[in-house]
């Protein structure tokens, strides 16, 4: 199986809301052979299910993965060139007469267009087609340039993966004297990407999208939601995703 479905099985049927629906479901299916383990594993899984649908747990989450500030355009300036990141596509989308962006690689190209007109500072986006369609990276140069007015110097289009984005990103880089660049990702994956980037040498400035200075507060972000579950999620991989760079020892 190629690695990249691998990883995309896995990430299934690990994180929410597989993840302690299986959990629970096995617990169901050991309550006649063992009744209390049974019963703590289903329980265990519903009541975590509901948990990590509640906003305020997706905040403590994240709250383990280090916090970014927006980026600060004076420091911005002494970079090169500016870089973003894709994040996921819809396939065949009926309104659109094909593939178009996501919601999270949207996000991050309004923010991306943002800066580049704030900085005046060459553009590239990265990514491929991870599970067919269209390239992100072409998607993204077409919405940045026929939608934003951004004119884009360098697509990447092979990248399957962020350390992909930042392998192949940096071949680019390198070949037009880049070194230092402001990169465009979501603040709950920043440090992940900023690490792969410096894998490859080269120095990226944190231009993160997605962070609030919102205090969860009012009575609805007590309450499970569909967001709360999507925030979770993103948490938990992007813990997991670091845990396994450092077992891995980069």
Do not use: C
């Not at 629906?21 to 289903?42: D, H, Q, T």
């Not at 996000?107 to 800066?115: D, K, N």
């Not at 009012?218 to 760079?245: K, Q």
């Amino acid at each position: 199986m190629d690695p990249i479905w691998a990883k995309a099985v896995l990430k299934a049927l690990a994180l929410p809301p597989a993840g302690p629906l299986l959990l629970a479901l096995l617990g169901l299916m050991l309550i006649r052979r063992r009744p209390r383990l049974g019963r703590l594993l289903a329980v265990l899984g519903v009541v975590g299910l509901l948990l990590l649908s509640v906003p305020k747990v997706a905040q403590v989450l994240a709250s383990g993965l280090p916090a970014y500030a927006p980026v600060d355009l004076a420091q911005a300036q002494s970079a090169q060139a500016l870089v973003v990141l894709g994040s996921g596509t819809r396939r065949e989308a009926a309104e659109y007469g094909g593939d178009t962006l996501s919601r999270r690689t949207l996000e991050r190209v309004r923010y991306g267009a943002r800066l580049a007109r704030l900085t005046g500072l060459p553009v590239l986006v990265s990514g491929g087609s991870v599970y067919g369609g269209e390239a992100e990276g072409k998607l993204m140069r077409e919405a940045l340039e026929s939608e934003f007015r951004v004119p884009v110097r360098w697509t990447e289009e092979r990248s399957r993966t962020t350390a992909e984005n930042a392998r192949y990103s940096a071949q680019i880089l390198r070949g037009a004297g880049v070194s230092r660049i402001v990169l465009v990702a979501h603040g709950v994956d920043m440090t992940r990407a900023l690490a792969e980037f410096a894998d490859h040498g080269i120095d990226a400035i944190p231009a993160a999208t997605g962070i609030s200075s919102r205090e969860v507060g009012d009575l609805t972000d007590w309450l499970p939601s569909m967001a709360g579950l999507s925030a979770s999620y993103e948490a938990v991989y992007e813990m997991s995703a670091l845990l396994v760079r450092r077992m891995a020892g980069r």
